[in-house]
């Protein structure tokens, strides 16, 4: 009998200039991914993933897309090698479940790529038309976490473990929050360089913006199971992943909630998708017994090579 396996796939902040060049470089069906991207946008996102300026791929609008077509492609070459290899379950991290759904064959990769890119610039332009920031607070229970934003005039965006939660709100309020936290005991908090107060309801007006674009977008039922950063739990009906797709620009990501879901799926073994190796660190702080493999770039396919793992229950 082989091991059930799940994916999951990283959000903003996961992105660095070179990421996918090797995978470019090394495989046909990632090679052909980035130009197909490319041709969507109108613009060449891989020569941003691969060459920067850093500054240009750290902006909202080619972070989203370029972690997206990143660990598409990097799923492409792994299909390339694994054709077999299927998950049971699929997860992202906020721009991830984007990536997720794909995976999973509720979106077709164009949709995807098409809605990514509303998404990037709507949450740009909200960042601007109402500015804010976030911070990140590690080593505070969530519940410290949540009192310190109700005190400070923020909101809680991320549940990422369970020492490590992310603030969101106006400039003042985060600074507030970071000074509260401090005084709580903290090991960190510290302000994050973004490009607004996402997940919060600072970005209504990105929410109303994918909504519409959402509305247009053609989804279907996930082939596997799909765990939504909104209610942390699997769901299945395309109009209620449409409307958790919106809703998630400004309710908090649920990702210690997610873990336990996947956990209680009996899925303990996952590939992380994608650029860099920030959902292991999670994964594994969420639920200690999880064996996740990185699969991003091509020294981690090679490694993969060697594992013996199938996706089939």
């Not at 490590?164 to 401090?182: D, H």
């Amino acid at each position: 009998m082989t091991k059930p396996i799940g994916f999951l796939f990283p959000g903003q902040g996961a992105q660095f200039v070179g990421m996918g060049k090797d995978l470019y470089a090394g495989s046909p069906a990632a090679c052909a991914l980035y130009k197909k991207a490319d041709e969507i946008l109108g613009y060449s996102i891989s020569q941003i993933c691969f060459t920067g300026p850093e500054d240009e791929l750290t902006r909202t609008l080619y972070a989203q897309t370029g972690i997206l077509v990143t660990s598409l492609a990097a799923l492409a070459a792994l299909r390339e090698k694994s054709p077999d290899l299927t998950p049971s379950i699929v997860a992202g991290l906020s721009l991830g479940e984007f990536t997720a759904l794909t995976a999973s064959g509720a979106i077709s990769f164009e949709d995807a790529l098409k809605l990514v890119q509303v998404r990037a610039e709507a949450m740009e332009d909200a960042g601007r038309n109402k500015p804010g920031t976030m911070a990140f607070l590690m080593g505070l229970t969530a519940e410290q976490c949540a009192a310190i934003a109700l005190e400070a005039g923020c909101e809680v965006a991320n549940l990422n473990a369970p020492d490590q939660t992310v603030l969101s709100g106006t400039f003042p309020a985060i600074e507030k929050a970071c000074k509260i936290a401090e005084a709580k005991g903290a090991k960190r908090a510290m302000p994050l360089k973004v490009g607004g107060a996402f997940h919060s309801s600072l970005m209504g007006e990105a929410k109303a913006r994918l909504e519409a674009a959402l509305a247009g977008t053609p989804i279907h039922e996930p082939k596997c199971a799909f765990i939504p950063n909104v209610t942390a739990e699997k769901v299945s009906r395309p109009e209620e992943i449409r409307a958790l797709l919106a809703k998630q620009l400004t309710s908090p990501v649920q990702w210690v909630r997610t873990m336990a879901t996947a956990k209680g799926s009996g899925v303990t073994t996952y590939l992380e998708i994608g650029p860099g190796k920030i959902l292991k660190g999670l994964a594994r702080k969420c639920q200690p017994e999880f064996e996740v493999f990185s699969i991003g770039c091509a020294a981690d396919l090679k490694n993969f090579g060697s594992l013996a793992l199938s996706g089939k229950s």
